[in-house]
């Protein structure tokens, strides 16, 4: 074969260009696709037969007579020269550009019509001609095309027009379009602009000669700052009223942005105190986040912790707010800062700090330091997180999933911790468990700083009190802690009355803690104090305030009594088990109950809030223990003693050091791939900057390197699925990170983009769809979309009620693309109800080669915007246009065995609750679909899909009872089983599936 046309054989092979069987179709001819790429090139061409849809040749050579003129292959020259010089390949990419620069407004046809009057006998409108043709654009007040070109590098290499970059691109990153443009955002910033604080962020040795036009024109786009007291990122992150309109950051602040009140910078001067601790330049530097100064649990550890912590680390503390252990923390720390930031302002306190600091790592005391855990990790500190709390009681949901997600190791006190952190994780994050998590006992807390103002009372004052005049025989019972619903206080109460009625009035239960206050409290207090009148508790039940010590309680008390409902490892039982007190708890409520089962101390863990049983154990723990009882003080010296506990928090912080060098590595393996898609994973058709980009790549690595998901890094990559297909892999780095070292390509599954420029052939089967209704106004938009999208199909409606049906019937009065008929189901079921119930006989009739299935979604879960939001990505995804619909309507006619067809969600959602229900469904189901460890499905349950391929699900006969009443629960019902089903359950059909994405449909 000659060389030439081997060489135009191979480059045809290898365009997507050449479609060999559209071209097998249009030509008469057979063979393979080299065979059909050689007859192309010898016949087909010159009988001026398209290679494929997306190529029109007729066009080509008609738009560009120079290539008929030179004889060149109209295919070869767009391949190799075309493309890259931004020429047309068809009228259809051409009317999209044009539809563009027409929408945009700021073509002037009144003088490009004056300037090149010849426009009207070429055949062409005068965008067209533009478009393509060399004449230049004639300047106007809106775009100056001279300007542009000269005033940004970039746009030289762009390959159509410079109008078209500025649409496409310049506008939505703010580029001035004109000179004057220009000349007016100089004029209102050059007073707020410093040109040494800017020029200190470029380069060494480069200098422009205008600093602010270098700003205005290049700086800005690279995320560099104008002067001290405006960040750029900051500024657009704290307004995103603000971002992807367009806006010139700085130009808006100096305009409106500084006379509204908007930050532009936060400003920490007046929070930081000088501590006692003089800064050691030879040691590092790490920070403590505490949430506040208060004599209670956590601080008191971050206080303990941190001066242990100071004899090898200069120590900062920040401090949520003050309190009265505020001077006890100035005397260990180089600096305290006090304040509360929130979100973006954490991240800009941590990173001010580690400007001034070396700051080796971070400690984060208590989930209520939650604010500083995806600060530091923007902010690229190390990080370690001291979680004293059960995921249950800490708001809003999400928030401990949020720190595990963010920080580098999680240290928690028990395993009942553990699992509640776990079981919070999965019903946010894909994967899992988190892998950062590690179990360590808190250690008892040696001495407690003392406070003159605080006067605790003696036991002459405290018999008097509790009006004991027989110690002897009087049993006390001890209980402390701040007076809430979570501490039990109430069962407190209940307990005491069990034990009055078990062993008589000589019982005293005292409660040592504040917040009892029935005059004010009347969501608690006030409850707990009627039950102990109610309960004629009087002189049995007494509460006492905060004590600085509870030595004088715990020589005085017979047992310690912790009646939480949840309650992770408080410090005061620890304090009990060191005065060799006997402690009786709750099971499955607090870490404690694990020690005490296990028989390492005394005292005893009874059945979760059975009063009478705690009240039987009170009593024999009561009791002075016999000569050969296990010490519990002993207990506590061996098993938690806080020099370990720190020393292990110490090689915490050194592991989060490395881990965080390796989650530095795996995300510039990531970013420098060129595999992530940053407007998939943040979800936004918007530009992003080089500094969102840098964060969401982070984003992606933090979650990876925990054996977690969140969002996916690219369409027809799924994290879950990459596991499923590697169950041996390392677990303790992100998937598309692993997916390029084993250098396999950055797909799991078939995901098809849809082009508003790509040809498709007709579907030529017949096709229904299933749309449930039960919300009615939005019958009307799913009218419009559905004449919009222009698919012929019948409509089977389904509905809730007479009256709903009435108002679905006049929405849809005008459709005239199929037969609709509107079907009144039971509210039951949701939507998935009706589909594989209500409208089973029309679907599976055989009627249909494809059914859709769509629903008016909301979701009580989410709040409403965020549910239309879902809805619509859905419905522009599945429906959309004409092309559209043409497109994904195409695939089943290209692949008969497709099956199903949903939209990639950049969301990694598991299995939650649903694995076991789907599990039980899976044994009925013939033949039973193979359930992977993470699923891959429609989320929303919204598709287009074969008959055969829901066959295994409609042969279950399903009826209306086998779905939940309404209102239905949020996760683990058969409803969301089958949701995650879906694909498997096509493919034990013998069918494949697919998902569909839109670039820039998105939620």
């Not at 409290?521 to 007494?542: F, I, N, P």
């Amino acid at each position: 074969m000659h060389n030439d046309l081997a060489d135009d054989i191979e480059a045809v092979d290898r365009s997507a260009l050449f479609d060999e069987q559209y071209y097998a179709r249009v030509s008469g001819s057979a063979g393979s696709r080299r065979e059909l790429a050689r007859h192309y090139l010898m016949y087909g061409e010159s009988e001026l037969l398209s290679p494929s849809g997306d190529f029109d040749i007729g066009f080509y050579r008609l738009a560009n007579p120079d290539v008929v003129a030179n004889g060149m292959s109209a295919l070869l020259h767009y391949i190799r020269y075309g493309q890259a010089e931004g020429r047309y390949p068809n009228q259809k990419r051409l009317s999209f550009d044009v539809a563009k620069v027409e929408s945009s407004g700021l073509f002037d046809h009144r003088i490009f019509s004056q300037r090149f009057k010849a426009v009207g006998s070429s055949g062409l409108t005068d965008i067209e001609f533009y478009l393509m043709s060399d004449v230049p654009l004639p300047s106007s007040a809106l775009f100056d095309e001279d300007f542009y070109a000269g005033a940004y590098d970039d746009v030289k290499d762009y390959p159509k027009k410079p109008l078209l970059h500025y649409i496409t691109i310049g506008m939505a990153e703010a580029r001035a379009p004109t000179a004057d443009e220009l000349l007016q955002r100089r004029l209102a910033t050059r007073d707020l602009f410093d040109a040494d604080y800017y020029l200190a962020q470029l380069p060494p040795g480069e200098r422009p000669a205008d600093p602010l036009e270098h700003y205005i024109l290049t700086g800005a786009r690279l995320g560099f700052d104008p002067c001290p007291e405006f960040s750029i990122d900051y500024y657009f992150r704290r307004n995103p009223d603000l971002r992807g309109k367009g806006i010139d950051g700085f130009y808006h602040y100096a305009l409106h942005g500084k006379s509204e009140g908007r930050k532009a910078r936060p400003i920490f001067s007046g929070w930081f105190r000088r501590g006692k601790r003089k800064l050691d330049r030879s040691k590092a530097t790490i920070v403590i986040a505490n949430h506040e100064a208060s004599r209670t649990g956590a601080p008191l550890v971050g206080l303990t912790v941190g001066a242990k912590l100071a004899e090898r680390y200069n120590v900062i503390v920040i401090l949520g707010r003050g309190g009265p252990l505020e001077i006890d923390f100035l005397e260990y720390s180089c600096t305290v800062v006090v304040g509360a930031p929130s979100g973006l302002d954490a991240e800009y306190l941590l990173k001010e700090i580690a400007a001034a600091y070396d700051v080796a790592a971070i400690l984060l005391n208590s989930v209520e330091t939650a604010e500083f855990a995806f600060g530091s990790l923007y902010a690229q500190i190390p990080s370690v997180a001291l979680l004293h709390e059960f995921a249950e009681y800490t708001l809003p949901p999400g928030k401990m999933t949020r720190v595990v997600q963010a920080v580098d190791r999680v240290v928690v006190p028990a395993d009942l911790i553990w699992e509640s952190v776990q079981r919070e994780v999965a019903l946010h994050c894909g994967g899992g468990p988190a892998n950062n998590i590690v179990v360590r006992p808190q250690g008892y807390l040696p001495q407690l700083p003392q406070h003159e103002e605080l006067h605790d009372l003696t036991r002459d004052e405290l018999l008097a009190l509790l009006g004991i005049d027989d110690p002897e025989n009087t049993k006390v019972v001890l209980g402390a802690g701040f007076v809430q619903m979570r501490k039990g206080v109430d069962l407190f109460v209940q307990t005491a009355a069990e034990m009055r009625d078990l062993w008589g009035d000589k019982v005293r239960f005292v409660w040592v803690g504040d917040g009892y206050e029935p005059g004010v409290d009347v969501q608690y207090s006030t409850w707990v104090a009627d039950m102990v009148r109610r309960l004629d508790l009087e002189q049995h039940v007494y509460f006492l305030r905060h004590q600085a010590s509870l030595s004088v309680l715990f020589d005085f008390a017979d047992v310690f009594y912790l009646p939480s409902r949840l309650d992770p490892f408080p410090n005061v039982v620890l304090d009990a088990f060191k005065a060799d007190k006997a402690v009786v708890c709750f099971d499955r409520a607090t870490g404690v109950a694990a020690v005490l089962n296990s028989g390492d101390a005394r005292g005893a863990a009874v059945p979760y809030c059975d009063v009478r049983a705690a009240a039987r154990a009170l009593i024999e723990y009561a009791e002075p223990p016999d000569a050969a009882a296990r010490s519990n003080s002993r207990f506590v010296d061996d098993a938690f003693a806080f020099d370990a506990y720190v020393e292990f928090i110490g090689e915490q912080l050194e592991i989060a050091q490395r881990l965080r060098r390796e989650l530095a590595h795996w995300a510039t393996c990531i970013a420098e791939s060129d595999a992530f898609d940053v407007r998939f994973h943040e979800g936004t058709s918007a530009p992003v900057s080089q500094a969102d980009l840098e964060r969401a790549v982070i984003d992606y690595a933090a979650h990876g390197v925990k054996g977690l998901s969140v969002c996916n890094a690219r369409p027809g990559f799924s994290d879950g699925l990459y596991w499923n297909a590697h169950p041996s892999g390392m677990r303790d780095r992100p998937a598309l990170a692993d997916a390029l070292i084993a250098e396999s390509p950055p797909a799991t599954h078939r995901c098809v983009e849809l082009d508003p420029g790509k040809w498709a052939p007709a579907f030529t089967g017949n096709a229904a769809l299933h749309l449930h209704l039960h919300y009615t106004d939005l019958a009307a938009d799913f009218a419009a979309r559905l004449e919009a999208a222009r698919c012929r199909a019948d409509l089977f409606i389904t509905t809730t009620s007479p009256q709903k049906r009435l108002e679905i019937e006049y929405a849809f009065r005008r459709y005239k693309l199929g037969r609709v008929r509107v079907v009144e189901v039971p509210n039951r079921g949701r939507d998935i109800g009706p589909l594989l119930v209500g409208v089973k006989s029309y679907l599976r009739s055989g009627n249909y080669d494809i059914i859709g299935h769509l629903h008016g979604k909301r979701s009580a879960a989410v709040d409403s915007d965020m549910g239309d939001r879902w809805r619509t990505f859905l419905t522009d995804t599945l429906l959309g246009d004409r092309d559209n619909v043409r497109q994904i309507w195409s695939l089943f006619e290209t692949d008969r065995k497709l099956g199903l067809v949903f939209a990639e969600d950049r969301h990694s959602v598991g299995w939650t609750k649903n694995r076991n229900v789907a599990e039980k469904l899976a044994q009925r189901l013939v033949p039973p679909p193979d359930l992977a460890d993470f699923p891959l499905f429609p989320l929303g349950t919204m598709f287009w899909a074969r008959p055969g391929a829901l066959e295994p699900l409609w042969k279950l006969d399903f009826t209306p009872e086998d779905f939940p009443v309404e209102p239905a629960p949020y996760d683990g019902t058969i409803l969301h089983a089958i949701e995650r089903m879906l694909p498997t359950v096509a493919e034990s059909a013998g069918y494949s599936w697919s998902t569909v994405h839109k670039p820039g449909s998105t939620w």
